[in-house]
């Protein structure tokens, strides 16, 4: 998958939106490997909750031209960022400033992306809307995480997949066996060790 050209930004603006990082990159990397998968899922709109800079939601837009893109994140600057990373590479996105997923309901999305704010820190860490957002991930590092798992039969399609990139700190048996309870069967997609974090990627179906 093409990477999105990213000379339109600033690269102070970095220090109010994530910058592009391994995890970044690994979840476009498990995109790839499914990326058969999906040209003949082909699905009709999919959404990234977090994009930050855009760079995975624009990369999978750029893969599948013919599907609708929708991203959110709770830093109002990511939304510009994402917005403007996916006008740079001819990709139409809507961006809306919003907690998770909170106003979308009915089943809306084939698809859904998220690269979580995953690092274990304390509670209080993690009501941020600025670039705090970006890694603080609470108790296990799963507080925001969860928030989305209970949201995520309300906005995928029966048919639709879920990618979420975990941390082994998260226990992806734990969150596993949550999706599990809902209905949703998990693949592992593809997993690797960035310096001392083991990250991977999971798929999420019915
Ligand atoms: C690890 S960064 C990933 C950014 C981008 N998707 C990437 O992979 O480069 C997590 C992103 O989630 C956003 N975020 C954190 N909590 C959120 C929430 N409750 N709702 C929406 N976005 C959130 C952060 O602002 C940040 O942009």
Redesign the pocket.
Known sequence: METPHQEHINKDDFQH??E??E??FL?IDALEKELNFLKAFNPFSCL??????G??ITALGMALPNSLYFC????FK?CLMSKSTALHNRVGLECVN???AMCFQNKMFDIVIF???YVVTGSEECMSNGIE???AGGNKGRE?IDKLLDLIPKILTDQGIFYLLLIEENIPEEVKQIMLNKGYKSKLIIKRQVKNENQLVLKFYK
Do not use: F, K, Q, R
């Not at 990234?48 to 800079?53: P, Y």
């Not at 959110?72 to 830093?75: E, G, I, K, R, W």
């Open positions: 939106v994530y592009p990082a995890d970044s979840l990234e909750i977090g994009s930050g800079s760079v995975i959110t994140d709770v830093n990511a919003m907690n998770l690269n979580p704010p957002a970006s890694w925001v």
